[in-house]
């Protein structure tokens, strides 16, 4: 049941609205000034607040500020008998869901309410999604190589510093990239990332830059690319390593100068965004080859961090095992199961060439053939990892 509070010094439209609103089957609590109405919100989940706005001692345009300054977003509705469009533009102004006049009408009230309810309500699903979203790239482990990368990236986040994240595939590289834009002072802005090996070369200076209408023969509109879309956020360059030489020089100009142009154009374009990079390669080797810029190393490489494969961890098996059999089974919407403590000594004893992501494939597999209990047996029987 969807829960109102009613804010008003008036004991009898109190009444009234709780008395209408539990008829709708809302459940209702009413309070007789602005601090009992704070208290109450501070103190209890509601779906959606009506405050009187002239009250004696806090007014209703403070509680509203109290209540934004306490971090709660539930709607609130301002109503009052001394309204005015200049009291109803302040309230919208203050961060108030909607003005209604006294006295009320009831159908726009309903109406109101409902509005409010869908806004509740999904300010609700995107603070759930939020919290799937942020342990889907939770880092787990607590060893000595886990947590000296973990503190080092903890320590350059705040900065503006470029990072450049190395280690073999499936280490957890993007991992590292969200936790240094989530600590940073950009974390309200986008986090945008662009994979370069995914991308053909002919293609990924534009989907870098953005072009221009009529730039090549499918360019049908204008079309920013990632460095724009990432303003005053942070760009990721996943396998940064398998970029072209061409967008090589036309990223280091951009880091250089803070500016790109669309291809197809002669505009600059300022742009203002923190630039990290992952490789599974070898860059030095690269460098030598004759693919990889030197100067663009050097320009990406302020902070280097090396993420360490999974089988230089061992001891942080029985966690990720235990977070990837919580994460899956939530997943498929099933049981938690459990992992018998020789299953996770033959897990710890195994080469983990694909890293984190090849450990949770077969944590998945085994959780869809085994039983309640994942034992030692299940490992010899299902988890066979390459060679």
């Not at 967008?247 to 600059?268: C, F, H, M, S, Y």
């Amino acid at each position: 049941m969807s829960k109102i509070l009613v804010v008003d010094d008036e004991r009898s439209i109190r009444n009234t609205l709780k008395d209408i609103l539990e008829y709708e089957k809302y459940q209702v609590d009413v309070a007789e000034d602005g601090n009992a109405g704070l208290n109450l919100v501070k103190k209890n989940e509601y779906d959606i607040v009506l405050c009187d706005i002239k009250m004696p001692g806090m007014d209703g345009i403070e509680v509203l500020g109290k209540i934004q300054e306490a971090g709660i977003d539930t709607p609130v509705v301002m109503i009052s008998g001394h309204g005015n469009i200049d009291t109803a533009v302040e309230s919208i102004k203050k961060g108030a869901y909607d003005f209604i006049e006294k006295p009320l009408d009831l159908n726009r009230l309903l109406i109101t309410i409902r509005n409010a309810m869908d806004k509740s309500s999904l300010l609700t699903e995107t603070k759930v999604l939020k919290k799937k979203v942020s342990k889907k790239y939770e880092m787990v482990g607590k060893s000595g190589a886990i947590k000296k990368i973990i503190d080092m990236a903890d320590r350059v986040a705040p900065t503006d510093a470029r990072v450049l994240i190395t280690g073999s595939n499936g280490t957890g590289k993007e991992l590292i990239a969200r936790r240094l834009h989530k600590k940073s002072n950009r974390s309200a802005q986008p986090f945008v990332e662009v994979n370069c090996a995914a991308i053909p070369s002919e293609l990924i200076e534009s989907e870098l830059f953005g072009h221009e209408k009529g730039a090549f023969t499918s360019a049908m509109k204008q079309r920013k690319g990632k460095f724009e879309q990432a303003d005053g956020g942070t760009l990721f360059l996943d396998e940064i390593g398998d970029m072209s030489l061409s967008a090589q020089a036309k990223v280091l100009r951009a880091l250089q100068e803070n500016i790109i142009t669309r291809v197809g154009g002669d505009k600059p374009i300022k742009v203002d965004v923190r630039v990290l990079a992952a490789t599974n390669k070898n860059l030095s080797e690269e460098i030598e080859k004759g693919n990889f810029r030197e100067d663009l190393y050097h320009r990406l490489s302020v902070i280097l961090i090396q993420v360490p494969a999974l089988n230089e961890r061992p001891e942080d098996i029985p966690l990720l095992a235990d977070h990837f059999i919580n994460q899956i089974c939530g997943e498929y919407g099933m049981p938690i199961k459990t992992i018998e403590q020789d299953a996770i000594e033959k897990l710890q004893q195994m080469k983990w060439t694909g890293n984190i992501r090849e450990f949770r494939n077969v944590i998945e597999r085994l959780i869809i053939l085994c039983d309640k209990k994942i034992t030692g047996n299940d490992v010899d029987a299902f988890a066979a990892p390459l060679k």
